[in-house]
């Protein structure tokens, strides 16, 4: 069974810029979620998508935002670029039936603000 | 306030030894705790896992220890191997509460040598 997939692996971009990243989860995977990965906070939820609905949201401001579709794939979508918003991203998608999950996760995108 | 910590940053063990990586939490909701393994570069990967009902988990060389009313659990990595050379994540969730988002430790750098 593939892994779970993320595009693209690097990005650099500046300033006031926006960014769209994206995941295809795990075949029969329902719950995609995303991490912000730095060396300060460590890693840290931004929000959780299940069948096409967001269901959990992490303490990040409204610049960031995501969707999932109906595949399951799902994207996220980072305004008005902060150099503070340098970071890995992370991907990491599960069944999320009723019983304990775990989650698997992508590789990450790599993202610098310049 | 962080509801998952990791007190040690590093551990460095000799092969063929014990690793012990240790991990404390605040929140007593959580009901599923998990280690993850990370290498640079990489995303995270799914080690083991352990529900709140258990005291115990076993999986080949790991094992996971969860002592509910300490609030603390363990990684044993027995024998330790030079490629276990990599830094593990302590994370917990509340899926009883739907709360299926991970809260992560900051991670201890394991080094086993040669």
């Known amino acids: 069974k593939a892994g779970v997939t993320q595009t693209p692996r690097y990005l650099i971009k500046t300033r006031g810029q926006q960014v769209t990243l994206s995941c295809s989860p795990i075949?029969?995977?329902?719950?995609v979620s995303w991490y912000q990965q730095t060396p300060g906070q460590g890693l840290q939820f931004l929000f959780e998508y299940f069948s096409e609905t967001q269901r959990n949201k992490g303490n990040f401001p409204g610049r960031f935002s995501g969707r999932q579709f109906s595949n399951s794939r799902s994207e996220m979508n980072v305004s008005t670029l902060e150099l503070g918003d340098s970071a890995l991203y992370l991907c990491?998608?599960?069944?999320?039936?009723?019983?304990?999950?775990?989650?698997?996760f992508g590789p990450g995108t790599r993202l610098t603000v310049l | 306030d962080q509801q998952v910590k990791q007190n040690s940053p590093s551990l460095s063990v000799q092969e063929g030894r014990i690793s012990i990586l240790n991990c404390d939490y605040t929140?007593?909701?959580?009901?599923?705790f998990l280690w993850y393994k990370k290498y640079p570069a990489e995303g995270p990967t799914f080690l083991i896992s352990?529900?709140?009902?258990?005291d115990k988990n076993e999986d080949g060389r790991f094992t996971v220890f969860l002592n509910k009313s300490a609030k603390h659990l363990s990684l044993h990595i027995v024998p330790s191997q030079p490629g276990d050379s990599a830094v593990y994540f302590c994370a917990a969730s509340d899926y009883g509460g739907s709360q299926g988002n991970l809260i992560f430790g900051k991670g201890t750098k394991l080094s086993v040598k040669p």
């Open positions: 352990i529900s709140s009902i258990k």
């Open positions: 075949s029969g995977h329902r719950s």
């Open positions: 990491a998608s599960s069944v999320r039936d009723s019983t304990y999950n775990e989650q698997f």
């Open positions: 929140n007593s909701m959580f009901d599923y």
